[in-house]
């Protein structure tokens, strides 16, 4: 479990509510910091405002494209980030449980009405927001779990899903939910993550999902590759 953990605590970058491609060389530039060991995962609002997750020295937040860092050392082990229409925004951790801001990261709130007992959750929740402003957690174990109160309560989904073991869940352009699991492949929600079908892949561990803006899905492999389909899951390829 140790080593399935620590490969999942792989640096995860988000532009949150934002698809983006890259272009070709020089797009990086090293930043003012922070200076601090490892980064699990990076975050960036509609603003601007960037999200470092790292390890025990917790969340680091610039507002000046990474000229000038805040510390946060409460909230620690992020695995992602996400941002609701109205500008708050969740992090969620390696077993640490799920915290939201809707200052900017000045102060965070853990929340956990409805969801396993965050002490104990051998879980890395990966957050999505729905069209709709519904929050999506998919757990590594646990199972999935939504809210509609912004985070102030959860429920868990069961509906179409056949596994709890969660690698990624994120939103499409075009409202359409995705889910990828360990043991039962791919799930597509259109009813904002009420319910869920399964699109293949069981037993191929598809480790992460993009959703190109024509309808494309990627997903990578735990053991190694990509596959696509252009069909909404009903044929898959490698890449």
């Not at 077993?95 to 959750?121: E, V």
Request: aromatic share 12%; hydrophobic share 35%.
């Amino acid at each position: 479990m140790e080593k399935i953990i620590a490969y999942l605590l792989t640096m995860t970058v988000v532009v949150l509510d934002t698809q983006f491609t890259f272009a070709q060389s020089n797009l990086w530039q090293q930043t003012g910091g922070p200076y601090t060991g490892r980064v699990y995962s990076v975050g960036v609002t509609h603003n601007g405002t960037v999200y470092v997750g790292c390890g025990e020295s917790g969340i680091w937040i610039s507002s000046d494209h990474g000229q000038a860092w805040m510390r946060k050392p409460s909230v620690r082990f992020v695995s992602c980030f996400v941002e609701n229409t109205r500008g708050d925004v969740f992090a969620g951790t390696a077993g640490f449980g799920i915290y939201r801001s809707t200052d900017r990261g000045t102060t965070w709130t853990l929340l956990k009405n409805g969801l396993p007992q965050y002490a104990s959750l051998p879980a890395l929740p990966y957050l999505a927001v729905t069209t709709s402003g519904q929050l999506l957690a998919g757990t590594f174990g646990n199972g999935l779990y939504a809210s509609t109160d912004n985070g102030e309560n959860w429920s868990r989904v069961t509906a179409g899903l056949t596994d709890s073991v969660f690698y990624s869940v994120i939103v499409s352009k075009d409202s359409v939910c995705y889910a990828s699991t360990r043991n039962g492949g791919v799930f597509r929600s259109t009813d904002d993550g009420l319910s869920w079908t399964n699109i293949g892949l069981r037993g191929r561990d598809p480790f992460s999902l993009y959703v190109h803006p024509t309808g494309t899905i990627l997903a990578g492999l735990y053991q190694g590759g990509i596959v696509r389909s252009s069909d909404n899951g009903v044929t898959w390829c490698d890449v």
